[in-house]
């Protein structure tokens, strides 16, 4: 794979080579029950092995929207992977829009084949059905990165608009360095993965080679800090436990087991699958901070550097670019428990560096949700995207939150934007660990 990284920078397909590589015209099926009644979907799969769904509404708007599933998901990719996506976002095809996605080709990680499989999604859509009026390009949580890198590997004018949701909008280097902190704090206070008279492995590696499931990673986090349990049932030994993994890293007890999760499997997924063992963090020279025991968790946290090697290959693949292709517009729940909200203040920094500032409108909503946020947002946001798109509109925070509860009845639930919100800096959330000339 690093291989293959090395060289990806030359590997931008032509829209011709798209178009080429796409399979026979997609089967009707039937569409799940959450979508508009008189809705036509197709499912198929391109000539790389990655499976696509589509929904066309019966009153279509003529605007498609290509949706980058977020993930990345690590087993093999199923044929109706992307029913769940479907339904899901089944507000876009309620809106009047058509939605494709692609499953993409493999699971695990790899930004640049995703984003080629998402563009043979919207190559075979235009093949099958006809060029639509405008294409819009929805990328959600690591989707995100996904759909920025296929807007610039797509031909000019392919994507008219892009939204970004609960979006990973920063490299994968950059999205889970925070991880690597977590899993080697996590280690030094529970000393259970890998646990005592199994294979040792290096925080950084996320799990060992006989792998554990998502299950059995819960119970060892909960045997350790006590959470799913009680204040008043934990034991002192789990309760400090807990105390010192939230006081370093800043997280909240709630969010801990989800974050774990990222930090074993899919941080294994990244390191010994897609890098084939190398690491792309490293802590030498890390101060941690916020313990009841500083000291002593620097002397005793294990220690690791970043291989060059995979760190180059990874800003190849997953790096993003400020130079937007498109009009974009994003929303991101404030107390999102899965990606951070500060990521999104990197992106602002990039494009302004790259001069596309007008290009891109952020919102942001009261919400501490990740997968799917209040379903009236998605309508408004697609209003305000058409209109920027065919009018020239640009929207405002202020004015997207002003246009959403119209949406409210329709949907039955709130909106939530908060359009004076400001993210933080993403370094802001590596406050208790900073480099300071060597290792401790």
Known sequence: MLAHLSIVAGLLLSSGAVLAAAAAPAQVRACPAELPAGTRCHAGQDAHGAYTWTAIPAAWNGILVVHSHGGPRLGAPRPDDEVDDLRRFAVVVAEGYAWTASTYRRGGFGVQAAAEDTERARAAFWASFG????????????????????ARLAAPGAYDGVLLTSGIVVGAAEAYEFRAHLRSVYQYYCANLPAPGEAPYPPW?????????AGAVAQRVGECTGVGLEPGQRSPRQRRALANILGVTGLSEQSLPGHMTWSTQSLRALTMDYLEGASPFGNIGVRYRGSDDDAALNRGVQRYAAALRAVAALEADSGVSGALAAPTLSMHAIDDPVVFVEGDSSLRERVDAAGKGQLLVQTYTREALHTRLATPQYAALLQALRAWVEQGLRPTPAGVAASCPAFEARYGEQCAFQPDYVPHALSTRGANWRAEGGAP
Do not use: E, I, N
């Open 131 to 150: 060029r639509p009026r405008l294409t819009f390009l929805h990328g959600q949580s690591w989707g995100a990165a996904v759909a920025l890198k296929a």
């Open 205 to 213: 590696q996320g799990l060992g080679a006989a792998g554990l499931d």
